[in-house]
């Protein structure tokens, strides 16, 4: 079982800026596929950003250019930073990690941009 919990959500103003980061109760993302995945009200979730165990890093079109995912194996950390957000980008924003055939979730972080 993992845990994994998400932290740098939040209100920033269209064109600001944020860092989500998330950390896992254990060792699993430096040998898995981990990302982000993000649902706005009323839509389907979708996925925002991931890495590969391989450090193959692939974005929604929507954000590419204004995103950046990263991973810090040894604090068992990932971390999405998002610039130039614009109000489309309010959603609440999920942490998951591919592990086999088992995928884990957090909880979410609301991030919220004001016009």
């Known amino acids: 079982q993992v845990q994994l919990v998400e932290s740098g959500g939040g209100l920033v103003q269209a064109g600001g800026s944020l860092r989500l980061s998330c950390a896992a109760s254990?060792?699993?993302?430096?040998?898995?596929?981990v990302g982000w995945y993000r649902q706005a009200p009323g839509k389907q979730r979708e996925l925002v950003a991931r890495i590969t165990s391989g450090s193959i890093t692939a974005y929604a079109d929507s954000m590419k250019g204004r995103v950046t995912i990263s991973r810090d194996n040894a604090k068992n950390t990932v971390d999405l930073q998002m610039n130039s957000l614009k109000p489309e980008d309010t959603a609440i924003y999920y942490c998951?990690?591919?592990?086999?055939?088992?995928?884990?979730w957090g909880q979410g972080t609301q991030v919220t941009v004001s016009s």
């Open positions: 998951y990690v591919t592990a086999g055939s088992t995928t884990y």
């Open positions: 254990r060792s699993i993302f430096s040998y898995n596929t």
